[in-house]
């Protein structure tokens, strides 16, 4: 890969500025440009300098005017410009290791990339990342960035992450944290393995680099069935995702006292495993752990909540409708459902899916296959609609995680399918049939 352009947006300041499709950009204001970081941070500035190469081999520069922040309107091969970097690791708990034979090729490609996680919001564990990268992280400032961290035992990380080295990213943590970098961070606990006083001691670590460590979500490690020949590995129960909730809610109190802030939770399924109640939507701060699921289905309730607030019980009737989702989050959406019956006329019906693809103890919607939402609710009283929640989507696409589509779901069940953004507001008006930006959004 290369910072060789592929094409010129029309009207934009790079087209006005007379950079041509075929061109190499070498540098912007002096700074040499080697990927999407540099290209971002030096291309901020109203006024720029561009070093080209034309195909020749001959360079010229051009001066650019735009406003402040606005793209120059370049294209690469890649929105990288370089090729994405694969994870160097073997971790015990990696999702896609558990992944079936035959999937689509990109579900297998495992991402440890610090670019993208400034860009994307991916998770990396630091352990591939060069020098000259990291302290590019600290010139440029670039944060926040997302740190899986698991364990800050050096002896424990290095097993968990099967990289004999696992420890030298906890170095690099402690350097960005002085230098002003901000991190959010998450640790897959397994049980017996990386909770209890390993857990513990992680938290104390961890909170010894706050504010550079912003906050820390606990997430139960996920399992598939399709684990032959990879570490044993056991799901948490009742009682152990109890001890480790009770764990992280009494060290998040203390840290609330110290810091102002909690810096750690689990994550909702964690609740979910344990029979405990989800708690009040205070107690989630600004929802920094959203994305890992903490604290998802309080704010999704609450924003349901002050959505159907500013619903008018007069309204006419709506469309008999259904949903599906995971088993785990089952019980919250048929909540939300019969709320919304009890205060205008609707008649919705929730399907929890189980997971037969990855195995039943894959229980989050997310990972809810097209297969099987067709296998079980074939033949069921589905109404007019069927919603959908659009995280069983590939992001920006109609394709469920096994390959089936949108249209195969509608066609082979019979009825209108409608992906649900994970949002209160987009879910109450999509049971009240109301256009985009309706309502319910007062």
């Known amino acids: 890969m290369s910072t060789k352009i592929q094409s010129v947006d029309a009207g934009s300041p790079a087209e006005r500025a007379g950079v041509h499709a075929g061109e190499t950009l070498l540098e912007i204001n002096g700074h040499r440009v ?10 901020y500035d109203p006024r720029l300098t561009l070093t080209l190469r034309a195909e020749n081999g001959t360079t010229r520069t051009v001066r650019l005017r735009k406003r402040e922040g606005e793209d120059m309107g370049l294209n690469f091969e890649t929105y990288l ?3 994405a970097r694969s994870c160097a690791n073997k971790c015990i708990f990696c999702f896609v290791d558990q992944l079936p034979k035959g999937m689509r090729d990109t579900l297998y490609f495992k991402d440890d990339d610090a670019r993208l996680s400034f860009l994307m919001g991916n998770y990396i564990t630091l352990t591939n990342l060069s020098d000259r990268e990291a302290q590019r992280i600290i010139d440029l400032h670039i944060s926040p960035i997302n740190v899986s961290v698991h364990a800050t035992d050096p002896a424990l990380r290095s097993m968990l992450l099967g990289f004999p080295n696992g420890g030298r990213g906890l170095e690099l943590m402690r350097r960005f ?60 129960q009742a009682d152990t995702a109890a001890a480790v909730v009770d764990m992280v809610e009494a060290y998040g109190a203390d840290c609330k006292e110290r810091f102002g802030t909690t810096v750690f939770w689990c994550s909702d399924e964690f609740y979910l495993k344990a029979g405990r109640d989800i708690p009040a939507d205070e107690y989630y701060e600004d929802y920094t752990q959203l994305e890992n699921g903490v604290g998802m289905l309080r704010l999704l309730r609450t924003e349901f909540d002050a959505a159907l607030g500013l619903m ?24 939300i459902v019969d709320r919304a019956a009890e205060k205008c006329h609707t008649k919705g019906t929730v399907y929890p899916i189980l997971n037969d693809f990855f195995g039943h103890s894959v229980n989050v919607s997310g990972l809810v296959t097209g297969g099987d939402l067709i296998r079980q609710l074939r033949g069921r009283e589905l109404g007019e609609r069927l919603l959908l929640p659009v995280n069983m989507l590939r992001h920006g696409e109609d394709v469920f995680l096994d390959d089936v589509t949108l249209a195969d779901v509608e066609r082979e069940l019979g009825v209108k399918v409608t992906p649900v953004n994970q949002d209160g507001f987009d879910l109450c008006d ?5 256009h985009e930006g309706g309502r319910s959004h007062g």
């Not at 002085?178 to 640790?187: D, H, K, L, V």
């Not at 008018?312 to 909540?335: L, M, N, Q, Y």
């Not at 999509?430 to 109301?434: L, P, R, T």
């Open 81 to 83: 410009m370089d090729c």
């Open 430 to 434: 999509a049971i009240f049939e109301y």
């Open 34 to 43: 080697v990927d999407v970081l540099d290209y971002k941070f030096h291309g």
């Open 312 to 335: 008018d019980p007069t309204e006419k009737p709506v469309s008999p409708f259904s949903t599906a989702c995971g088993t785990s989050a089952a019980p919250w959406i048929r909540e």
């Open 177 to 236: 944290a002085e230098n002003g970098i901000t991190m959010n961070c998450q640790i897959v606990s397994c049980p017996g393995i990386n909770d209890g006083p390993a857990l513990r001691k992680s938290m104390e670590d961890l909170a010894g680099m706050y504010p550079g460590v912003n906050s820390v979500s606990i997430v139960p490690v996920g399992l598939t069935r399709h684990r032959g020949g990879l570490y044993p590995l056991e799901p948490y």
